[in-house]
């Protein structure tokens, strides 16, 4: 079993940035990567950011790319995900996530661990 412990989240206001952390614990050698989803209201959780353990190789959601990054300390095993140029658009809770199980890496289904959330709140 893998538990995720996220913190970062809170509020800040367009144009503004903020960083989320996200500690792994308990088998997190075996899984494959970690990485983030987020789920708005009335809409469906999607994957933001994943980064695989081993290479480092990273994928992104289109909407984020240039404004967000992930990146992992493995000796932590910790993942982290600057996020700049927030828009109102990415108030959510986001969710650190590990292994991806295969299919597409942004489907919640594909996903095996789940963090508990951390809210992100972007005012215009």
């Known amino acids: 079993q893998v538990q995720l412990l996220e913190s970062g989240g809170g509020s800040v206001q367009a144009g503004g940035f903020l960083r989320l952390s996200c500690a792994a614990s308990g088998y997190s050698y075996s899984t494959n990567g970690m990485g983030w989803f987020r789920q708005a209201p009335v809409k469906e959780r999607e994957g933001v950011a994943f980064?695989?353990?081993?290479?480092?190789?990273?994928k992104y959601v289109d909407y984020v790319k240039g404004r967000f990054t992930i990146s992992r300390d493995n000796a932590k095993n910790t993942v982290y995900l600057q996020m700049n140029s927030l828009k109102p658009e990415d108030t959510a809770m986001y969710y650190c996530v590990a292994h991806f199980m295969g299919g597409d890496w942004n489907r919640a289904v594909n996903i095996m661990y789940w963090g508990q959330g951390t809210q992100v709140s972007v005012s215009s």
């Open positions: 980064i695989y353990r081993i290479g480092g190789i990273t």
